[in-house]
């Protein structure tokens, strides 16, 4: 294989209900520095039907390029057509790079595709970067457990590839008036070649909890004991207006649901204010929420490997500063 052959950075346009999906848009940030200190172009690879009118944001917000399925094909998501399809792209245009959002679709397509190219594939990437000279990419994520953060090359094979958790890349602020070229593929695919067919879609209708999307976050952790003592938790939440987030060792305990779980195996955070509350501040916990505008940590071990990561920190017994705070809160707005 002749690395030399391979050029510029692509990121996966990933859309759902007519809209490119946010972590996208983020990845175009990101791919638009590594192509800016390349010197080659960013493009998108937008798969979908009647899909086109997406290629706008796209260059809104920072693609030169996209390269466009759109047919009836593609419907739905489905592995086999879909990595066919970015497949035959990488196979006429060899890109140097490309970058997928870790959500499930991008997670299922980007090994698939890895796999079929026998390429390489970091996942869960935290951190990008290329070496200027050579294109190499510099994906980091946190590896052996969250102890180490591990940077991940991929010397042999291109493109080199790796999907970002959504919410660790900023998007740029969009350009309306900002153009590109949209670049027409086709692909000939018949239905009676894909063997997976979609039967129906059906909709989660529960209410999620929306913690990537909250602006403040109360996040409490095994030092609050109990069940009864995480009920705290839900009082000074609904006292500020917050959600309520929590540590793997919370959720383990069974004192609330894996949804609420920040962290490496859970969700990343950026809230504008993040509570941190009877937690120590495991490697694995700060990976999901060190982004955050304002960190304000409560812990009764001055020791706490919390302190060394927020930007306000209470040393104390939760069950005596938080109902102080929910108290002085509620005086304040007069309730
Ligand atoms: P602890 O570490 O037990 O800390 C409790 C803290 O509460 C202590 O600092 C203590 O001083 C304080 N405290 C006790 N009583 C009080 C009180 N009354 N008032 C105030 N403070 C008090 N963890 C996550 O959170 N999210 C993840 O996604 C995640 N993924 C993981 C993935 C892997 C592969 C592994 C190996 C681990 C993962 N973990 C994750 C677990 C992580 O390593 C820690 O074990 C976990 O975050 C600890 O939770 P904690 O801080 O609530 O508990």
């Not at 595709?113 to 970067?129: F, K, R, S």
């Amino acid at each position: 294989m002749s690395l030399e052959e391979y050029k510029g950075v692509w990121v996966f346009l990933e859309h759902r209900d007519g809209q490119i999906v946010p972590v996208s848009l983020e990845l175009l940030g990101a791919g638009r520095q590594l192509a800016d200190k390349r010197g080659v172009p960013l493009a998108g690879i937008l798969i979908g039907d009647r899909v086109r009118p997406l290629c706008e944001t796209a260059f809104q917000y920072g693609a030169d390029q996209v390269y466009l399925y759109d047919d009836p094909i593609f419907a739905d998501y489905r592995t086999e057509s879909y990595m066919r399809a970015v497949i035959a792209c990488v196979q006429k245009h060899k890109p140097e790079t490309i970058l997928y959002g870790a959500t499930s679709t991008g997670k299922d397509l980007a090994s698939a595709v890895a796999t079929d190219l026998e390429t390489g594939l970091t996942a869960d990437t935290t951190m990008l970067d290329v070496e200027q000279e050579t294109g190499l990419l510099q994906a980091s994520r946190p590896a052996f457990g969250g102890n180490i953060m591990a940077t991940i090359l991929c010397k042999k094979h291109r493109p080199q590839m790796a999907t970002v958790r959504p919410k660790v890349m900023k998007a740029l602020p969009p350009d309306p008036e900002r153009r590109g070229e949209i670049i027409a593929e086709s692909l000939p695919l018949r239905e009676q070649d894909i063997r997976t067919k979609v039967l129906k879609i059906i909709r989660e209708t529960q209410s999620k909890v929306r913690l990537d999307e909250a602006d403040i976050i109360v996040a409490g952790g095994k030092g609050l004991g109990s069940k009864e003592g995480f009920q705290l938790m839900h009082r000074f939440a609904e006292a500020i207006g917050a959600t309520v987030g929590a540590s793997r060792d919370a959720v383990e305990a069974g004192w609330i649901d894996h949804a609420h779980q920040v962290g490496q195996t859970g969700v990343t955070v950026t809230p504008k204010i993040y509570f941190a509350i009877g937690i120590s501040g495991a490697i694995q916990h700060l990976v999901g929420m060190q982004n955050s505008g304002l960190i304000i940590a409560i812990n009764k071990d001055p020791q706490a490997p919390i302190f060394q990561s927020c930007h306000y920190g209470i040393v104390g017994d939760a069950f005596e500063i938080v109902p102080l705070l929910i108290e002085a809160f509620q005086s304040a707005v007069g309730k």
